[in-house]
């Protein structure tokens, strides 16, 4: 039976990863499970700088699903070479490298610096940040800045480049195609959606940040369409997330058109989730006699 599949030139030995601040740099859950079981580790946004992120509280619960305003706090593209780099490079599965910046330049940079550092798997460009030297606007919502910043990390590096959509847009489509035209090999589809809770007692926004990015099995639907509507429009394969907390999930991900997907919330209330989707996947394909997992990308019938 082979699970494996490719995300431009890198090869996953499964198609379940993990997602992006949810699962620390890997060096947090290696007590829980062993990480060399899951398709790829992906880590925490870096930007060049370390950032300490947003006052508490930071995360609050909502129905089926969490809303966070973290703040993109990380260590810093050296503090994350000296700090977390050892560990996650003795791995057997691939290091994804989620990455930001305030300007096109910074992307590039710190793109050519995990270039340069060797062994990396791919860099994924979480593109829904704002762009300091175009007033704020966010890059992933903007098809030009998007172009840019693809495009300037492009040049700076070899590596499989993973562009991470944002949901906030009106049609994803076009995202898509401006990602693929700049160079991007694959698409995260997708991120957060914006949102926010407040404390009835208090009357307060029940995060410091006032609102946050809303996350976990209430965007599961919302991320399958998305990730149907890119597929349809884009040759470059898709990681899909939002929601993922079955095989059965995953599955409709991969119907739906996506190469891999990633488990993202689940792994904070259950950090077995991604290997038990890995072998639920397996089960479901021995009983449906599937011997590729490839067979299921984009395997939905939309017709009649
Ligand atoms: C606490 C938290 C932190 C996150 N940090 C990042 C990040 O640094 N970079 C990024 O691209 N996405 C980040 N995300 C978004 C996730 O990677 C993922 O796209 C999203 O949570 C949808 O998947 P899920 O519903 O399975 O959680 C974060 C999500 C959560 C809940």
């Known amino acids: 039976m082979n699970l494996s599949v490719k995300i431009g030139a890198l090869t996953l030995q499964n198609p379940v990863t993990v997602a992006s601040g949810t699962f620390g740099y890997g060096v947090e859950y290696a007590q829980l499970i062993d990480l060399n079981q899951l ?5 925490k946004g870096i930007r060049l700088e370390r950032v300490r992120g947003n006052p508490t509280p930071r995360t609050v619960e909502v129905t089926s699903g969490l809303i966070n305003a973290i703040g993109l706090q990380g260590p810093g ?16 599965v691939p290091t994804i490298i989620n990455m930001w910046g305030t300007t096109v330049e910074e992307y590039a940079e710190v793109a050519r610096r995990f270039d340069a ?24 919502t903007d098809l030009n800045l998007l172009s840019q910043v693809v495009g300037a990390c492009r040049k700076a590096t070899k590596l499989p480049l993973i562009t991470k959509l944002s949901p906030n847009v009106v049609s994803i489509a076009p995202y898509a195609n401006a990602a693929e035209a700049a160079g991007s090999d694959a698409l995260s589809i997708m991120n957060s959606f914006p949102a926010m809770a407040i404390d009835i007692e208090t009357r307060r926004p029940s995060l410091a940040n006032v609102t946050g990015g809303l996350t976990g099995p209430c965007i599961k639907p919302i991320a399958v369409k998305l990730v149907w509507e890119a597929a349809k429009a884009v040759n470059i394969p898709i990681i899909g997330m939002g929601g993922i907390q079955s095989a059965a999930d995953a599955i409709e991900f991969l119907m739906a058109g996506a190469t891999a997907v990633a488990v993202g919330t689940a792994n904070f209330y259950e950090p077995q989730t991604a290997l038990q989707v890995v072998a639920d996947l ?23």
């Open 282 to 304: 397996r089960q479901f394909m021995r009983q449906k006699g599937i011997r590729d997992v490839r067979e299921l990308i984009g395997s939905v019938r939309t017709g009649k």
């Open 117 to 140: 550092l060797g062994g990396v798997g791919a860099l994924e460009l979480n593109v829904s940040c704002p762009n300091l030297k175009a007033g704020g606007a966010q890059f992933g």
């Open 39 to 43: 398709g790829a580790v992906v880590v």
């Open 77 to 92: 593209v050296d503090g994350f070479i000296r700090k977390y780099w050892p560990f996650l490079k003795e791995l057997k």
